[in-house]
């Protein structure tokens, strides 16, 4: 049996939430950030839709060497940097822009023999206290990479709260930033999908978006209102139609008892698809464009839902999971989690079509 368990993405979306970031943020440049394979979309598919964007960001090697073998000869950066010389090798075989954030990576490139070509990017800690060096050490570590590049070195950091529009941790992050860097001639990048949307300030010369370019939002609620479009639909099929009786249970476990008579549909997606285990009964999903909600534990290859409020459902009717219906931010906080990763958990053999 051919499974109908498809996650459609679509070029027009991506190119339009593109030119909305452009928008928000008109005197940046945009490095889109395409690492987890575009978010879950599918980098082959993706990077056409984002040529207009001035640089691709990725978090590997072999991220960044699939964008080359996409043919995109313009920049690439890579935001961890390497993890020893033949990380180094690889990088500087494939060209990439390297984001440097500790002493041992310096020590690595003052190894090199010849001056490196692609610009380096600082990473500063201005808060968020995962990667960068301590903005006391900015002007120092800043004049070390300079001398081992022929570009103007970059200056980054990172938000710990910009997804929290009235948390003053982004302000207080870049205020000190800022007042770290005065006096260093570089370009800036600090904003994230988030940052960009909610804190113009920081747009600085490059902003980084990675969710919203996917038309997801990166805060609670749905980027409709802002402009964006979803780029992915993900959705399946009915495989099975049938009465429950009052006092019935669904699925493993039984953690679902009908209370009244009900009609439920079995659909052919799992978490063998990547849809969440942890989805609990009344997590929202559309069948035939209905609202309706999951009943019964989630098992390797389906799902059991609540056909109450959908009329005449027969096998082989549409389910969809998320998309242009039902927003997947809607369905993260009916589960108890993020859309990143939702999108970024769509599974192999979920068959991707572009639409």
């Known amino acids: 049996m051919t499974r109908q368990t498809i996650a459609q993405v679509k070029p027009a979306a991506l190119r339009h939430n593109l030119q909305q970031i452009k928008r928000l943020a008109p005197r940046s440049r945009v490095m889109a950030v395409v690492k987890a394979d575009a978010y879950g979309h599918g980098l082959s598919r993706v990077l056409p839709a984002l040529q207009q964007s001035d640089a691709f960001a990725v978090a590997t090697l072999s991220e960044a060497q699939r964008v080359r073998a996409s043919g995109w000869d313009d920049t690439v950066v890579l935001l961890e940097g390497f993890n020893n010389p033949d990380g180094l090798r690889r990088a500087l075989d494939l060209d990439l822009d390297l984001v440097i954030h500790h002493k041992g990576q310096i020590d690595v490139l003052q190894g090199q023999r010849h001056t490196l070509r692609r610009r380096l990017w600082l990473k500063l800690d201005s808060g968020m206290h995962r990667l960068g060096f301590p903005l006391a050490e900015a002007e120092r570590r800043f004049g070390q990479l300079q001398a081992l590049s022929a570009q103007a070195v ?85 495989i099975a139609v049938k009465p429950l009786a009052a006092g019935q249970t669904v699925g493993y476990g039984a953690t679902y008892t009908a209370s009244t008579p009900i009609t439920i549909g079995v659909a052919a997606i799992g978490y063998g698809d990547g849809y969440p285990w942890s989805a609990p009964n009344g997590t929202p999903v559309r069948v035939n464009g209905q609202p309706a909600t999951l009943v019964g534990r989630v098992s390797m290859d389906m799902i059991g839902i609540d056909l109450s409020g959908v009329p005449n459902p027969a096998i082989g009717d549409t389910v969809e999971l998320w998309g242009d219906a039902l927003p997947v931010e809607a369905v993260a906080a009916a589960v108890g989690t993020i859309p990143y990763e939702l999108v970024t958990r769509v599974g192999a053999r979920v068959r991707y079509e572009t639409v």
């Open 154 to 238: 970059g200056l980054m950091t990172h938000f710990a709260c910009a997804d929290q529009a009235d948390n003053s941790m982004t302000r207080e992050q870049a205020d000190a930033f800022y007042s770290a860097v005065r006096q260093l001639d570089g370009p800036c990048s600090l904003a994230n999908s988030a940052a960009l949307l909610h804190f113009p300030e920081t747009h600085a010369d490059w902003v980084r978006p990675g969710i919203a370019l996917y038309g997801i939002s990166p805060t609670s609620g749905s980027l409709k209102g802002d402009g964006f479009k979803p780029a992915m639909r993900l959705v399946s099929e009915l």
